[in-house]
């Protein structure tokens, strides 16, 4: 039988608004010199500050069971972490452990992280930030870690953010942050293997799902790779399921499945850019459903934000020498997905003058574009304009497949190709447009079959 080890019984008072984290971390101290076991948090509000698992700790919210987290940066210890790639100090997050193995957080209670102070202070008072924000759960180079059942509020940056981690299960997870809240990302894995996340709602103010491997100044490239995504909905933010921009250790072996998108700003979305290096490949997406989206895909080797991302090296369209610096997207395929009221574009695929996007197929995808569009970029890219109402937008692509594909209430061509080699349509279809359907010259067209309609 497992062994319980109830808070209360460690001096927690429930409703009290005192702080409860020296007994939930003298809780799971009594656990971990038993060789672990159940940390228990029973029904009520517990207050806590940043709290330390071991390895082999379940910590376990029964339902009722709050959770919530100082915002007293005097309540969380620095720590050496990695922030957006680069290793760093950092506070360290309201849950957070490193080098552990089979760890879990369990229960239908609920983690609130309070981040509305943190969110104003990074809005308008940086220089108040000792070190970046807190993360909700996040854990460095541990093994067999699993988030299950659990409903995650208001983090204060990112809210679950496993690190140079493997075997990791998230399901059945609720996240929720305000629409507008600062890179408040949903489920961002980096630089881990076997990952698999099944069966969450996340609403949130930056991407939903987020696949890192680190910046071109992370000390070690360790890949992120071997990763399952189904049975999600998501809403909001910049991104359903987002690989990069920080992927200089690789990206690969990643399948997304069974998942609608509501009102994010773009739904697959790939970013990279010079500097970077890295290669996103082998990826497979199927069974999707978006609604209300800026863009349903997007690959783009110009992604201009983060350090350095405004020098010409970056935004130069004239071709570079391909070194371990150049970034590389391939074999990348999409199947059986719907996207209705689509803003901007059908998609976006923007490669480098030397690095084009490549290996790339589309089959039985349906794209009707909103009636009343909202104008807006398809990705971030120097001197793209915004857009609505277009069809594919591609750029430096080769090897490039459509198969029955159809764009419907677009402006301009379905496929808007420059500088492509051999891309291929076959059964595709374009449906009230609202001007005679063309194709872009610039283009080596093979094998088209396709059958436009006014």
């Known amino acids: 039988m497992q062994q319980v080890y109830n808070i209360t019984d460690f001096g927690a008072q429930r409703d009290s608004g005192v702080l409860a984290t020296s007994a939930i971390n003298e809780a799971i101290a009594a656990a971990s010199g038993e060789g672990g076991g ?34 007293d940066q005097a309540d969380y210890p620095v720590v050496a972490s990695r922030w957006e790639g680069v290793r760093q ?44 924000r807190p993360k909700l759960i996040s854990f460095d180079r541990c093994s067999r ?10 983090s204060p940056s990112w809210t679950v953010n496993p690190i140079e981690c493997s075997n990791i299960t998230v399901d059945n997870v609720s996240i929720l942050n305000p629409a507008d809240s600062p890179n408040t990302d949903g489920i961002n894995p980096e630089s881990c293997s076997g990952v698999r996340i099944s069966n969450c709602s996340i609403d949130v103010g930056d991407d939903c799902i987020a696949i890192k491997a680190g910046t071109e100044d992370t000390a070690e490239r360790i890949p992120c790779e071997n990763i399952t995504i189904t049975n999600c909905t998501m809403a909001h933010g910049h991104g359903g399921v987002v690989l990069g921009s920080e992927m200089s250790g690789d990206i690969r072996n990643v399948v997304i499945s069974n998942c609608i998108f509501k009102e994010t700003d773009r739904g697959i979305r790939m970013k990279s850019r010079r500097g970077r290096g890295g290669t996103i490949e082998d990826i497979r997406i199927s069974n999707i459903v978006m609604d209300h989206v800026l863009c349903p895909f997007t690959m783009n080797l110009y992604y ?3 350090p ?33 009221n689509v803003h901007a574009a059908a998609g976006f695929l923007y490669g480098l003058a030397e690095q084009y996007v490549s290996e790339i197929t589309f089959s039985n995808v349906d794209i009707s574009m909103a009636e009343n569009a909202v104008p807006g970029h398809p990705d971030m890219m120097t001197g793209m304009e915004n857009m609505h109402n277009r069809g594919f937008y591609l750029g430096n692509v080769r090897d490039v497949k459509f198969h029955q594909v159809t764009v419907e209430n677009h402006e301009g061509p379905a496929f808007y190709i420059e500088n492509g080699d051999r891309v ?31």
């Not at 104003?120 to 930030?129: A, S, T």
């Open 38 to 71: 159940r940390v228990y948090i029973p029904a009520g509000r517990f207050e806590s500050g940043a709290i330390f698992l071991k390895s082999n700790i379940e910590l376990h919210l029964s339902p009722g069971a709050v959770l919530s987290f100082s915002t």
């Open 89 to 132: 100090q950092v506070y360290a997050s309201c849950i957070y452990g490193s080098d552990l193995v089979n760890i879990s957080i369990t229960g239908s209670g609920t983690l609130e992280g309070n981040g509305g102070p943190w969110w104003d202070v990074f809005r308008n008072r940086r220089e108040e930030l000792a070190y970046p």
């Open 145 to 154: 870690v699993t988030i299950k059942d659990v409903t995650l509020l208001n």
């Open 304 to 306: 201009f934000c983060g």
């Open 308 to 340: 350095r991302g405004k020098e010409k090296y970056v935004w130069d369209k004239n071709p570079y020498p391909v070194t371990d610096e150049t970034p590389c997207f391939r074999r990348v395929h999409f199947a059986n997905i719907t996207a209705r």
């Open 424 to 454: 291929e349509l076959t059964g595709c279809e374009s449906r009230n447009t609202r001007k005679p359907e063309q194709l872009e010259e610039r283009v080596t067209l093979t094998g088209i079959d396709l059958n436009l309609k006014e």
